[in-house]
């Protein structure tokens, strides 16, 4: 278990629909980083916060925004689905505010678009 | 940036056998490099990491080797058990952290037969 939790663990919606992912970081890990997974694409980098600031930026689409709150807590939120979306998307924290070092990863939202 | 990838997409090897997976990196000004396993339905977990400065470092049945001059990176681990079943995924970040969180390439299916 590494500390990350992520809500919900399963997400089936309808192209079009939005949702919201939730994380909540380790305790004491200021950073927060989402991640989405799919069989074509691997694990690819969305976005980082830092203590409720954007740190960095990785293929992100428009439709996609996501936002840490001051408890640290993160949602990320996808508009305007499709169904290329459906992916694992996980979360990680880490303790430090430079981008990339170790991170602990949440268990994963799978999200299915139909 | 797409720097990191790995030469094969699964490996088999046999229980109790030592397993090496590797990958090759094109950025010379990686500083830092990341081994991560995934087990099935689970996020990546990270396993050891080693600075561009050292050439190796050993965790628990896990080495990993740098060598900087021909950009490689490998993944060793000993005596291979059941539950070292998983994608293995290396990542680096040059220095200063680098802006695009990790960089993960599409993995190595690394799977023990009896």
Redesign the interface.
Known sequence: DSGVTQTPKHLITATGQRVTLRCSPRSGDLSVYWYQQSLDQGLQFLIQYYNGEERAKGNILERFSAQQFPDLHSELNLSSLELGDSALYFCASSPRWVAGYEQYFGPGTRLTVT | GESVGLHLPTLSVQEGDNSIINCAYSNSASD?F?WYKQESG?????II?IRSNMDKRQGQRVTVLLNKTVKHLSLQIAATQPGDSAVY?C?D?PS????????????THLIIQP
């Open positions: 830092y990341i689970k996020g990546p977990q990270f990491d995924f990542a970040i200063g952290g680098g802006a695009d969180g990790l960089t993960f390439g599409k993995g």
